[in-house]
């Protein structure tokens, strides 16, 4: 049975977007008949806090979401990541990089540089004596994918087909992290992931996940990537907007389900304002219903 996922990063309470963004997931997944699963992505032991997967998960269930087998931890899936890793570079496209962010910065900033946010390939071609010095400078390298495609066409089924640069992703931090890139791929492979349902945000960088995807040898993966929540000035949905998550909600005396009616409301259910459960939204349910544009929040 093919799988699809909700995989937030347990850095902070989910905010409204957020829950939506999960709803869809969830929609998508039970209106095709796919197991639904739920995996953290707590890579990063600095931000990630198990009383925020805590709360995560209790205001997924507060809005009547559930899921299928017990959640996934990424900080539990080194092995696959160290696996994935061994791979690559037995494939011979891995690289050390020793840049720092401002070096990347700066490197793009300039007037003939590479485009904004891709890696410029700075070390890519490093010689021997270049490799040696900067490995005796004790600066730690991050590890790079040396990616052989200059650009990947996203065919989302919601946003349709756009066509983004492939990135030098990290695959291993210069911290020693497995790289949200590389566990993210890696995680939608073995999890028997079909369909990823996420923010568009991260449409850009499904370009070089697929790419990573292809020198794996993974099977592609089919993409529905949901509009952000805004502010009324276009900003992302964060914490200071006022009451943007559920808690804040509650606080003011909304329920789960009066939340989970706003959201299925906003998405154009015309059954929104009456709906208890989200399974009740199931048979109205399709991609093509979904708005394209964000979602403007006004707590
Ligand atoms: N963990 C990411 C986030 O919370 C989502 C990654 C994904 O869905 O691929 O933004």
Not at 70 to 87: K, M, N, P
Not at 112 to 133: A, H, I, K, M
């Amino acid at each position: 049975m093919p799988n699809g996922r909700f995989a937030p990063s347990p850095t902070g309470a989910l905010h409204l977007g957020n829950l939506r963004t999960a709803l869809v997931a969830w929609l998508c997944a039970r209106s095709s008949g796919s197991r639904f699963l739920v995996r953290m992505e707590d890579l990063d032991p600095m931000v990630s806090r198990r009383e925020h997967e805590v709360g995560q998960l209790r205001d997924l269930r507060d809005i009547g979401l559930d899921w299928d087998g017990e959640v996934v931890r990424q900080s539990e899936r080194f092995g696959l990541y160290r696996d994935a890793l061994t791979r690559l570079v037995d494939l011979g496209v891995v690289y050390e990089c020793f840049c720092t962010r401002r070096e990347i910065f700066e490197a793009t900033q300039a007037p003939n540089g590479g485009t904004s946010g891709v890696y410029p390939g700075t070390c890519r071609n490093l010689t021997q004596p270049e490799l040696g010095d900067l490995r005796l400078s004790g600066r730690p390298p991050a590890l790079r994918l040396q990616a052989s495609a200059r650009e990947m066409s996203v065919v989302d089924r919601l946003v349709g087909t756009k066509t983004f640069p492939v990135d030098d992703i990290v695959l291993r931090r210069n911290d020693g992290l497995y790289a949200y890139n590389l566990a993210v791929v890696v995680d939608d492979h073995e999890q028997g992931i079909e369909e990823v349902v996420r923010g568009d945000d991260l449409l850009s960088s499904a370009a070089s996940q697929m790419h990573l995807g292809d020198v794996l040898g993974y099977e592609r993966m089919q993409y529905v990537h949901v509009p952000l929540a805004v502010t009324a000035a276009g900003n992302r949905l964060a914490k200071r907007d006022g009451a943007v998550t559920l808690s804040d909600r509650q606080a003011l005396g909304e329920s789960g389900a009066d939340v989970l009616r706003r959201i299925a409301f906003m998405l154009g259910f015309v059954n929104g304002k009456q709906v208890q459960h989200p399974s009740e939204l199931i048979e109205q349910f399709s991609i093509a219903m979904l708005p394209t544009k964000p979602w403007i929040f006004q707590a």
